[in-house]
């Protein structure tokens, strides 16, 4: 199996203080290198993103004052897990929680000297319960120890002190664990650059990519008698739509759903796409078939792949340009410059970013001024029909402030579903119908939370 070049790791400009594209800055400043998590997808934080950042650092710390230039790196979890990288480092953990419905966050050691000048809460001073400890002749050693606490402390991450060190600790059930304390250094003054320095300082590297993405699209165009454009609405489709027209690609298509969030409708339009292929009914599938499954994907085919085929039909043999990248999945992690669709043979599949992250794409498309689907800005980090089954919680709770009546229409059809299979109501409030086999990751979950998925468990109990 071919080894792809996956960007492991992050370049960042100590001297202009920017995330980097490339290895060296406009500057002409070599970047230092930031490690990545797996998948290695990495995308600047949004509005939402900052603000959702800040909510949880007031809730949980006090108010801390962030840089305009935060990333978040995609990591693996139940839901939403990300690390966010500020000043070219490690700076804390955002997760959401399916069960408790709620966003929080973990600093790191390194990211602590951000935040200890500002907590006004959320701060454990180990000395006084490491004292009562030594006093009752027990030894005491702090690093992956575990301590009861005297006073009643909401469970979740928390800053520790002793002396002048300080660590990251967790509370759970009245004991705190701590990992580990350090002596924290600190920041001092940084340059806090906004995202017109951040491109400014990759525009040799942004007109490298692009030149190198119209090429590969110029080269491969006419590898059969007809050329299109697959446009989704998302930013990954936006950035190619541009790129295809820019090598002489016209002709676009838009496959409606019917399931697409409102904000997707209109930007299709402002985009000048006019051909559209509608889908099958996403209603009618569900109430016959269930609700669709990440390994049970059956309304991709209902919705996209037939309306296509149809498409296709008329066409004849074609290339279509499309924004599939490396990033986005392990399924595509393999993906060719052109690859046959083996779904519809008529088409031939033209992947010209590929090898692009998200981090590169939405910095094309500052820097190239080209508007994307505003739901990005409002924090939905993956367009596509909002029933998807590879949406996260995270994204649908947030479907619920933006379109509470779409979110209802989809709750009643999941509940009245798994009332009739027997499914308990954690089942369906914690995003558990998403599977049609529960994976390893999602059984301990439930285990850890005596969740139980049917109601014939409960029964038995």
């Known amino acids: 199996m071919q080894i792809l070049p996956l960007k492991k790791t992050l370049y960042w400009c100590s001297k202009c203080n920017v995330p980097l594209i490339g290895q060296t800055c406009g500057c002409r400043n070599e970047g230092f290198k930031v490690p990545l998590v797996q998948p290695y997808e990495l995308r600047p934080a949004l509005s939402y993103d900052i603000s959702l950042l800040n909510e949880c650092l007031i809730r949980q710390f006090g108010s801390t004052p962030l840089q305009k230039i935060i990333l978040f790196n995609k990591a693996g979890g139940v839901d939403r897990n990300e ?20 966003t929080i966050f973990v600093p790191t050691e390194e990211g602590l000297k951000y935040i200890i000048p500002y907590a006004g809460k959320g701060l454990v001073d180990l000395g006084s319960i490491l004292h009562s400890l030594k006093e009752s002749g027990k030894k005491v050693r702090i690093g992956g120890k575990k301590f009861p606490l005297p006073d009643s402390h909401p469970d979740g991450p928390v800053i520790v ?19 580990k304390i350090i002596t924290i250094n600190p920041a001092g003054n940084l340059h806090n650059p906004d995202w017109d320095i951040v491109i400014r300082q990759n525009k040799y590297h942004l007109k490298n990519i692009e030149r190198n993405a119209i090429r590969a699209i110029k080269q491969h165009m006419h590898d059969r008698p007809v050329v299109n454009i697959s446009f989704s609405g998302g930013k990954d489709s936006t950035a190619v739509l541009n790129l295809a027209r820019k090598a002489g690609v016209e002709d676009a298509y838009f496959v409606d759903t019917g399931v697409e969030f409102p904000e997707t409708y209109q930007f299709v339009k402002e985009q000048g796409i006019t051909n559209v292929l509608v889908g099958g009914d996403f209603w009618k599938g569900a109430v016959h078939a269930g ?113 509470p009546e779409l979110a209802e229409r989809w709750d009643l059809m999941l509940q009245e579903w798994a009332e009739k299979e027997g499914f308990s109501k954690d089942f369906i409030s914690c995003g558990l119908w998403r599977w049609q086999e529960l994976p390893a990751k999602m059984l301990e979950f439930c285990k850890e939370r005596n969740i139980t998925t049917r109601l014939h468990e409960i029964a038995a109990e």
């Open 161 to 179: 002190k002793y002396g002048e060190k300080y660590g990251v600790g967790y509370i759970k059930e009245g004991y705190i664990r701590v990992k």
């Open 83 to 102: 690390l966010v990288i500020m000043n070219g480092e490690w700076f804390g953990w955002i997760s959401f929680d399916p069960q408790k419905r709620e």
């Open 291 to 403: 609700p669709p499954g990440k390994d049970n994907r059956w309304c991709c085919k209902l919705l996209k792949m037939n309306p296509v085929k149809l498409y296709l039909q008329e066409t004849g043999p074609c290339v279509t340009v499309q924004g599939n990248r490396w990033y986005e999945s392990f399924n595509r992690a393999s993906l060719e410059v052109t690859s046959e669709n083996p779904n519809n043979p008529l088409q031939l599949n033209l992947s010209p970013i590929r090898n692009w992250r998200a981090f590169e794409v939405f910095l094309y498309l500052k820097w190239a001024e080209i508007p994307y689907n505003p739901l990005y800005e409002m924090g939905i980090e993956r367009i596509g029909c909002y029933v998807c089954p590879s949406m996260l919680e995270s994204e649908y709770e947030r479907l619920r402030d933006l379109h």
